[in-house]
């Protein structure tokens, strides 16, 4: 079984910067493919970023150019680096793990406001 932890959510005032983090822990012996999700009440996920397995990177159109995806493999970690946050930047962040989104976390919520 896969548990993925995310860490990193606040609040933060419009312009400014967080960073995402997200463990993966228990059987899988390698990082695989990871990303995120974003989820606002009254609205469906939207997707916010991939790294594959191979390093290829996919971002959602709404934070392309703002968000950077990253990982460290060794500690099966994926980062996501948010600037220039948006008030609509605002949801829970959600953390997934293989092609198929197939582990999922609890999330980490976000919040940008004045």
């Known amino acids: 079984q896969v548990r993925l932890v995310e860490s990193g959510g606040g609040l933060v005032q419009p312009g400014g910067s967080l960073r995402l983090s997200c463990v993966a822990s228990?059987?899988?012996?390698?990082?695989?493919?990871m990303g995120w999700y974003r989820q606002t009440p009254g609205k469906e996920r939207e997707f916010v970023a991939q790294?594959?397995?191979?390093?290829?990177?996919t971002y959602g159109g709404s934070v392309k150019g703002r968000f950077t995806i990253s990982r460290d493999s060794a500690k099966k970690t994926v980062y996501l680096q948010m600037d220039t946050l948006k008030p609509e930047d605002t949801a829970l962040y959600l953390c997934?793990?293989?092609?198929?989104?197939?582990?999922w976390g609890q999330g980490t919520q976000v919040t940008v406001s004045s």
């Open positions: 228990g059987d899988e012996s390698s990082i695989g493919t």
């Open positions: 790294i594959r397995a191979g390093g290829l990177i």
């Open positions: 997934y793990k293989g092609m198929n989104q197939d582990y």
